[in-house]
């Protein structure tokens, strides 16, 4: 592939990742947003089963659209990132993977609410106690399934953020910030697991970074010098084989 070919295609997966990193982001944001507003009340069974199409509309937005667009974002910088640094693209990629499937099986314990819904509704109050009680632990199920995936996407991240770094692929004082978001959004996680849940001050930081990311590399794409050098060496061991053939020929 000529350099030109080879920065045609980092520009175009850098502009594919950031408008799927946006569409994971406001996938997941919105369909979390829809089905806490349900399942927080005190009343859950009940909200739920006057909320049925609301719930289905969140879990597609959160189980299917975040899914796929989720795994993609490693699958599509693959040209870019693993001819840098295959050990830690590998690592995010699993990291992506393995975390975006603990976020679907949250996602999956939130659905589980509607036939219990139907369920109850259906048969009357006789059960109601223990049924309300089911219902909290399943809303508890997807709560620890979101923070265990979002420690994991946060290891995923660090592993991104330092081949960002190393490479140069984007300023690194963006890279920088990536590091400190990430390392701040699995303390959070891992707290939170242990109880001690800080809201929006331990995902601020990574989520800020993720949204500017995306929309650096939509409007600017990668640093463009980060491969420069790796045209130029390709050109010099082309033109040094050129040269030991027309050597052996003499």
């Not at 006057?50 to 993609?72: D, K, P, Q, R, Y």
């Not at 920088?176 to 939170?192: D, E």
Request: charge should be neutral; proline fraction near 3%.
């Amino acid at each position: 592939m000529t350099r030109e070919g080879k920065m045609n295609t980092h520009k175009t997966a850098a502009r594919i990742f950031g408008v799927l990193f946006l569409i994971s982001f406001l996938a997941y944001g919105t369909g979390s947003a829809l089905i806490s507003s349900i399942v927080n009340a005190p009343d859950i069974l009940s909200n739920v089963y006057a909320s049925t199409t609301l719930i289905v509309v969140a879990a597609i937005l959160m189980g299917v659209v975040h899914t796929v667009t989720n795994i993609g974002l490693p699958v599509v910088l693959r040209p870019v990132l693993k001819p840098r640094n295959e050990t830690l693209y590998f690592g995010y990629l699993s990291a992506a993977i393995v975390a975006t499937v603990s976020l679907l099986v949250g996602v999956i314990f939130l659905l589980l609410l509607l036939p219990l819904s139907d369920a109850i509704t259906r048969s009357g109050s006789a059960v109601t106690g223990q049924a309300e009680t089911i219902a909290i632990l399943l809303r508890e199920a997807n709560y620890y399934s979101y923070q265990i995936g979002m420690a994991i996407w946060s290891l995923g991240g660090l592993m991104f953020c330092s081949i960002l770094y190393q490479y140069k692929l984007i300023p690194r004082l963006m890279s920088v910030w990536g590091v400190v978001g990430y390392t701040v959004f699995l303390s959070g996680c891992i707290l939170a697991i242990f109880g001690l849940d800080f809201g929006l001050i331990h995902t601020a930081p990574g989520a800020l970074f993720e949204i500017f990311l995306s929309l650096w590399l939509i409007v600017k794409g990668f640093n463009p010098s980060a491969f420069v050098s790796e045209s130029d060496k390709t050109d010099i061991n082309e033109r040094d084989k050129e040269t030991e053939i027309s050597l052996s020929r003499a």
